[in-house]
């Protein structure tokens, strides 16, 4: 009776700690994985439409394009003068478009990178970054994402992922290690699960990897921007020291040689100083991009290159051979990427128009498979 008994008190002992069949724990949702992108620029940022001309900017009709092309995701860019006016309220048409694109991009099979790229408090290339500065700017942008959050959470997490800011720009790298700390723990404790993208300060360089600090967490991924070298990717751009410039650039090789450069008007020289005699080509693009790759690899963290393009003013035979270059590193090293842009005469692989730009399209397409 007494082993009898015994046996009875474990039995029932097992049974009280046993999880029952309806309580066993839920699979963890599958981390989104980023492949290969394109950018919608121009459609909720850096743009003056509004109304139709912006909801149509972008249709239905890019998204089967993007996807047919080979691409697995898109990454939007969003404005917060695009998204809410000045004391906070959503610009409900704007919600709705971008809800349109991520909605269009599930449906043909694609992910969506949600990206806040400027913010009324911080433009990159602004000489004024109240963000930097203004305690109450701060609060205001973690609380755009609060907001942000409450209008895309119930997206599947496998499918869309969240990119805290485009390009910060801060003199002490540690205000913006110290703003993501803030903004990612208030995103996290929204959305468990959810894949954060952070980018490197200073225009999110390769260069300045180094100095940013990550959150421990394993669903975020690293991001930089590749736009090297300068001179060739924004030859003769109406918004940076280039577009006056009328000199040569060379891809591969070195880029302006010494005699070219001692050649010029000292105008001319200026926006070029800093590529004078200097060489280029794939080997020397990999070391620029080391840092990133180290960080990446000591931390176990996807990394991914959420920019890179070459400006529709560069000689035409380099400006593919850079394309050409900068998709074979990404494949070798594991880089997940998205062009700038999809849409644009400036960057684009199609036009204002919609008609595709063959040259450049076609180099993608090589890189995607689908040509």
């Not at 694609?110 to 700017?137: C, G, M, Q, Y």
């Not at 803030?182 to 180094?210: C, H, K, Y």
């Given at each position: ?166 390009e910060p720009v801060a003199d002490d790298p540690d205000d913006w290690n ?40 394993p669903r975020i991924i690293l991001s ?148």
């Open positions: 009776m007494t082993r009898l008994f015994a046996a009875s008190i474990v039995a029932l002992l097992t049974l009280a700690v046993a999880p029952l069949p309806s309580a066993q724990a839920a699979e963890p949702p599958q981390q989104l994985i980023l492949g290969t992108g394109t950018n919608l620029a121009h459609w909720l940022s850096q743009t003056r439409r509004q109304g139709a001309e912006r909801r149509n900017f972008i249709t239905e009709q890019d998204i089967a394009d993007i996807a047919e092309l080979g691409f697995d995701h898109v990454r939007i860019p969003i404005d917060e003068m695009q998204m809410w006016d000045e004391q906070g309220k959503r610009d409900e048409d704007a919600f709705a478009t971008l809800h349109d694109g991520i909605r269009w991009s599930l449906d043909h099979g694609l992910k969506v990178l949600i990206d806040l790229h400027i913010l009324r408090s911080h433009h990159f290339n602004a000489e004024e970054k109240p963000l930097w500065t203004d305690p109450a700017e701060q609060v205001r942008f973690i609380d755009l994402w609060r907001d942000l959050s409450a209008a895309l959470r119930d997206y599947p997490v496998d499918r869309v992922a969240y990119e805290l800011m485009n110290r703003l993501v700390a803030r903004a990612f723990a208030a995103v996290r404790e929204l959305e468990p699960e959810r894949s954060i993208v952070i980018g490197s300060n200073m225009w999110q360089g390769a260069e300045t990897f180094d100095d940013l600090e990550v959150p421990n967490d930089y921007h590749f736009y090297e070298p300068f001179a060739l990717t924004h030859y003769q751009a109406g918004w940076t020291d280039l577009k006056d410039y009328a000199g040569p650039v060379r891809y591969p090789g070195v880029i302006v040689t010494q005699d070219e450069y001692e050649a010029m008007s000292a105008e001319q020289q200026a926006p070029v100083e800093r590529f004078a005699g200097r060489e280029f080509n794939r080997e020397v693009l990999v070391e620029m991009m080391e840092k990133p790759l180290r960080k990446a690899r000591e931390l176990g963290l996807p990394l991914y290159c959420g920019e890179f393009g070459v400006f529709e003013n560069a000689p035409a035979a380099d400006r593919l051979r850079w394309y050409r270059d900068i998709l074979a590193i990404f494949e070798e090293q594991g880089v997940s990427w998205a062009n700038w842009n999809w849409k644009s005469d400036q960057f684009g692989l199609v036009g204002l128009d919609g008609e595709p730009i063959p040259a450049v399209r076609d180099v993608f397409a090589e890189a995607l498979g689908s040509e």
